[in-house]
């Protein structure tokens, strides 16, 4: 079974300029998540999608980042303007449905803002 | 209020046993879970618990007591491959999203 697909695995911006990341969740799985990791924290969740409906975007800072999620599929999280505070890695994380249960990870796109 | 606190760091000796503790605070509780997160890599999912006591998987044994709001995850025959960082997180109580602890960083010694 494939698992979660993100790219790029490594960005590197200056700051003001703009990045796109893209997500392929696990075929099948209707829960989609964002997540910020900054160096030497927990995941911090930014957006989660259920199919293509926004469930919790309350700590995504919508000034700069944008979500989303056309088809129910697959899913672009934007920044534009970056900050240097955006430095961080992201991950995209995927769930059979709603409730509690278990996710399931890609491998992270890690930007670095100069 | 939620709230999830670990050690920072932990050091350990190859072949060795090491307990990696997780307290927590919330208003309902939908279980507990164990991610395991390599340098530069994503969680993986250990385990979860929701009722108490020990529950065993192989090497890695992950404890709960929910009166103390307290877990722990108990690695045996520690291996240079364990080390990693070490996640507890709980289901909080807007949709369930998880409320993530920051980590353990686990050294493995020879």
């Known amino acids: 079974e494939a698992g979660v697909a993100q790219s790029p695995r490594y960005k590197i911006i200056e700051k003001r300029q703009s990045v796109a990341f893209w997500c392929n969740p696990i075929s099948g799985h209707a829960t989609l998540y964002w997540y910020q990791q900054i160096l030497g924290q927990g995941p911090k969740l930014l957006i989660q999608?259920?199919?293509?409906?926004?469930?919790?975007d309350s700590q995504l800072p919508k000034d700069r980042f944008s979500a989303e999620r056309l088809k129910g599929v697959d899913s672009t999280l934007k920044i534009q303007p970056a900050k240097l505070e955006d430095s961080a890695v992201y991950l995209c994380?995927?769930?059979?449905?709603?409730?509690?249960?278990?996710?399931?990870f890609g491998s992270g796109t890690q930007l670095s803002v100069l | 209020g939620q709230n999830i606190d670990q050690p920072t760091e932990m050091t350990a000796t190859e072949g060795a046993i090491v307990q990696i503790n997780c307290t927590y605070q919330t208003s309902g509780f939908n279980g507990l879970f164990w991610y395991q997160q390599h340098a530069g890599e994503a969680p993986t999912f250990l385990s979860y618990n929701v009722l108490d006591g020990l529950e065993e998987k192989g090497r890695f044994s992950s404890f709960l007591s929910r009166s103390k709001g307290y877990s722990y995850l108990l690695l045996k025959e520690l291996q240079m491959k364990d080390s990693a960082s070490y996640l507890c997180?709980?289901?909080?109580?807007?949709?369930?999203?998880?409320?993530w602890g920051a980590g353990t960083k686990l050294i493995i010694k020879p």
């Open positions: 994380a995927s769930s059979t449905g709603t409730g509690v249960e278990k996710l399931f």
């Open positions: 999608f259920q199919n293509n409906g926004v469930v919790d």
């Open positions: 997180a709980v289901p909080g109580d807007s949709n369930y999203q998880l409320i």
